[in-house]
């Protein structure tokens, strides 16, 4: 069984910029699509970004133009650029793995991002 772990979190300001980073503890190759999801406290987890196999990538409204995703397929990591960060940004992020034909979709443990005004 693939595990992830996010790492990267921490506290920013407003208008600051933060890596996420995704370390799988296999081979992503076989996952078709890895991505974040975020949680605000309080509220549901909510889509952030995903990247496919081919590279092909896909943002949340509120993040495009300011979050970047990419992965790694030699490294087995997937990561999340933020830049122009807001406080509506903060929230506890999820990296995630998924579509592969043998293992069901997996999920890291999260990492805080706050971002203060």
């Known amino acids: 069984q693939v595990q992830l772990a996010e790492s990267g979190g921490g506290l920013v300001q407003a208008g600051g910029s933060l890596r996420l980073s995704c370390a799988a503890s296999?081979?992503?190759?076989?996952?078709?699509?890895m991505g974040w999801y975020r949680q605000p406290l309080g509220e549901q987890r909510e889509p952030v970004a995903t990247?496919?196999?081919?590279?092909?990538?896909n943002y949340a409204d509120s993040v495009k133009g300011r979050f970047t995703i990419s992965r790694d397929n030699a490294k087995n990591m997937v990561y999340l650029q933020m830049n122009s960060l807001k406080p509506e940004d903060t929230a506890v992020y999820y990296c995630?793995?998924?579509?592969?034909?043998?293992?069901?979709?997996?999920w890291g443990q999260g990492t805080q991002v706050t971002v203060s005004s």
């Open positions: 995630f793995a998924a579509g592969h034909s043998a293992i069901r979709t997996v």
């Open positions: 296999g081979s992503i190759l076989g996952f078709n699509a």
């Open positions: 990247i496919t196999r081919v590279d092909s990538t």
